[in-house]
């Protein structure tokens, strides 16, 4: 039995599985949609301005335009454009006819020194202004520019987009051997930055749905000699200052937020055999969800946060498993038949479906089985070796983690995203080190 249990968490927090090259993506279809067309013109001025800093301004606006790009199923981002009209008139007769549903105009304006970007946002249709505003110029400042795309985008669909989103996400990057940290970038990539500074290794790390706290778990390699214990800690965005929730011999890996951010779920082994838990954050009360002979890791809630899944080694090989966490052990089932094990199952935000990672032809590879078990779409194949799935907060999205061989002594890891129907948009890591554990952090 501990031999079983420590390939088991061997299997879920260190394995590193070398794949076989190829570059050939096997979509589960796309959506039959008829797409909106939006056309980001090419940016107006007004006042003295440089040919280089236009330039810099087109560069900026072009983030809109690269945004909208993430969903290619609704959205065809038309090729830019110089208008033959003014910043404030709008020919609607010119843009219907170029099948053009959607004007997005961006102004730089200059004044006694103080430079403002205007924005304006047309339904062609309809000739009716959706969107209009003002903002102080800064082309260093990339949220303000994600903002501004994320109002276009609940303009016309009436739900937010992903564009003011963080990744959240674990490397090795500038780090010594052996050593990986916590870090964040945008959701498409740009800024990443460094959160901790343990050097140790972080693994498994979750964010709250509010996006105010990040659990992680920390095999702290600090002081030499000493033996090493999986604990788990918790980072605060707003003060980015860290505390320990949790040290018991052992492990304290894998945990959850619960829904309304009060508790956390996440397996614990201080009493012998890795099960599930729930804790209070306030009074670190434990109230045990499982209790069999074999390991519980990796939890997920489902939106209503009636029903858990988890990964299970009851089969004798980790798989995926439902229960209610209302209880101990209530209404536990198996879901998962596929590969010879499985890892980090993820709920769907509506709860419809889950996405998780199968071993299968010798590397990791997506899947996603709906809540009851039924319905098994694989969503990667001869994509390296992938794992690590989680759906964005508009369950439009998915994030991975792809290993892909380069030759006998080299290989490269990132960070990817792809859409639900299995179309893979591409890395948003690139030589920034062995990233792993990609989580989406709602704004604040």
């Known amino acids: ?173 500038k780090l010594p051997e052996g050593k990986k940290e916590l870090f964040i970038m945008d959701f498409d990539g740009a800024n990443p930055k460094r959160l901790t500074w343990h050097n140790g290794v972080v693994i498994s790390p979750a964010v709250s749905h509010d996006g105010s706290k990040i659990v992680y778990s920390l095999i702290d390699e600090s002081v030499k000699g000493a033996k090493k214990n999986v604990n788990l800690m918790i980072y605060d965005v707003a003060t980015r200052k860290t505390k320990i929730l949790s040290k018991r011999k052992g492990l304290n890996s894998g945990a959850i937020f619960t829904n309304d951010g009060e508790e956390i779920i996440l397996t614990l082994s201080h009493q012998g055999n890795a099960e599930l838990y729930r804790m209070h954050l306030k009074t670190r009360k434990l109230t045990r969800l499982t209790k069999k002979f ?24 980790p798989m995926i498993y439902t229960m209610d966490p209302s209880g101990i052990e209530k209404d536990v089932k198996r879901i998962s038949y596929v590969g010879k094990y499985n890892a980090t199952p993820r709920f769907h935000p509506n709860a419809s479906e889950i996405v998780f990672s199968s071993w299968l032809d010798n590397r990791f590879d997506l899947f996603k089985v709906g809540a009851d078990g039924q319905n098994l779409v694989r969503l990667t194949k001869d994509f390296g070796s992938n794992e690590d799935p989680e759906y964005s907060k508009d369950g439009q999205f998915i994030i991975f983690t792809s290993l892909r061989v380069i030759s006998q002594s080299k290989a490269t890891q990132n960070v990817y995203i792809m859409d639900t129907w299995g179309k893979i948009l591409g890395p948003l890591t690139s030589n920034f080190g062995k990233c792993t554990s990609g989580r989406w952090l709602k704004s604040l």
């Open 294 to 317: 074999a390991p519980d890791v990796d939890p997920s809630l489902n939106a209503e946060g009636t029903i858990l899944t988890f990964l299970s080694g009851r089969p004798g090989k």
């Open 1 to 173: 039995m501990k031999y079983i249990l420590r390939v088991f968490i061997s299997l879920l927090l260190f394995t590193n599985v070398f794949a076989e090259n190829g570059l050939t993506v096997v979509s589960v279809g796309e959506a039959e949609v008829v797409k909106e067309t939006l056309l980001v013109e090419k940016v107006f001025s007004e006042g003295a301005f440089t040919p280089n800093e236009l330039e810099a301004a087109e560069n900026y606006i072009n983030i809109v335009r690269n945004d909208f790009k993430f969903y290619s199923n609704y959205f065809q981002v038309l090729p830019r454009r110089i208008s033959q009209t003014s910043f404030d008139n709008v020919r609607f007769s010119t843009y219907k006819a170029k099948e053009t549903n959607f004007l997005a105009r961006f102004r730089v304006n200059r004044d006694n020194g103080t430079t403002n970007l205007e924005y304006r946002l047309w339904n062609t249709s309809n000739e009716k202004e959706l969107v209009t505003g003002s903002i102080a110029y800064d082309q260093n400042n990339r949220s303000a520019i994600h903002e501004i795309a994320d109002k276009f985008y609940r303009a016309i669909v009436g739900k937010p987009s992903i564009f003011k989103d963080k990744i959240v996400f674990v490397s090795d990057h």
